[in-house]
């Protein structure tokens, strides 16, 4: 079976940081590019961040461009989310997301999410 | 920048057919993708390439494009398809946007 799982959101300060992890399971994982989706509370869904799958390119909304990193372990068969400088605007579930280049880079398999909450 | 503009939310009774639209110029040119999305549940591929459909979706499900708007119908559409629907595009690797998402009703 495909999996993703996500972890490590939490309830945050203002300014401070935090490490997303998503897991995967039932694919090759360096075959596929990795994403990063967020959703606000009732809001809808908003793109964050790509990585290829070598690691070695990575893209980024606007908003979070030099805040966030994403990277990931091919051996742990995971990716990441590195946030700093959180802010309130940043709270949201944050989902991992596998890109299919076979389905014109569509995202194909989505992990549960995990919570992220900046408040003081 | 750029934006897709969907339909806040359509209704329709089940057994008719749904149709949700997606609007942006960068879909002349790029291919659309639609998700469902059920109450606290992480979003689900119906659509891609415009009109491809997962083989683990139901064959009710249809998307088509023409111009800068692409369509998501749904033929028959039965309560167990009430959702949100987002389309998706990428005008380039690191131009990637949802619509604002459609809030389908089946009653």
């Known amino acids: 079976q495909v999996h993703l799982v996500e972890s490590g959101g939490d309830l945050v300060k203002p300014g401070g940081s935090l490490r997303l992890s998503c897991a995967a399971s039932?694919?090759?994982?360096?075959?596929?590019?990795m994403n990063w989706i967020r959703q606000a509370p009732g809001k809808g869904l908003e793109w964050v961040s790509y990585?290829?799958?070598?690691?070695?390119?990575?893209y980024y909304r606007d908003s979070v461009k030099g805040r966030f990193t994403i990277s990931r372990d091919n051996t742990e068969n995971s990716v990441y989310l590195q946030m700093s400088s959180l802010r309130a605007e940043d709270t949201a579930v944050y989902y991992c997301?596998?890109?299919?280049?076979?389905?014109?880079?569509?995202?194909?398999?989505w992990g549960q999410g995990t919570t992220v909450i900046v408040s003081s | 920048s750029y934006e897709l503009t969907q339909p806040s939310s359509v209704s329709v009774s089940p057994g008719q057919t749904a149709r949700i639209t997606c609007s942006g110029d960068?879909?002349?040119?790029?291919?659309t993708r639609w998700f469902q999305q059920k109450p606290g549940q992480a979003p689900v591929l119906v659509i891609y390439?415009?009109?491809e459909r997962p083989s683990r979706i139901p064959a009710r499900f249809f998307g088509s494009s023409s111009g800068t708007t692409a369509t998501l119908s749904i033929r028959g559409a039965q309560v167990e398809d009430e959702a949100v629907y987002y389309c998706?595009?990428?005008?380039?690797?690191?131009?990637?946007?949802f619509g604002g998402g459609t809030k389908l009703t089946v009653l």
């Open positions: 960068v879909l002349a040119k790029k291919y």
């Open positions: 039932g694919f090759i994982f360096n075959d596929y590019y």
């Open positions: 990585i290829s799958s070598s690691g070695s390119t990575t």
């Open positions: 997301a596998r890109e299919n280049s076979a389905w014109s880079d569509a995202f194909d398999i």
């Open positions: 998706y595009s990428a005008a380039d690797s690191n131009l990637r946007v």
């Open positions: 390439k415009d009109s």
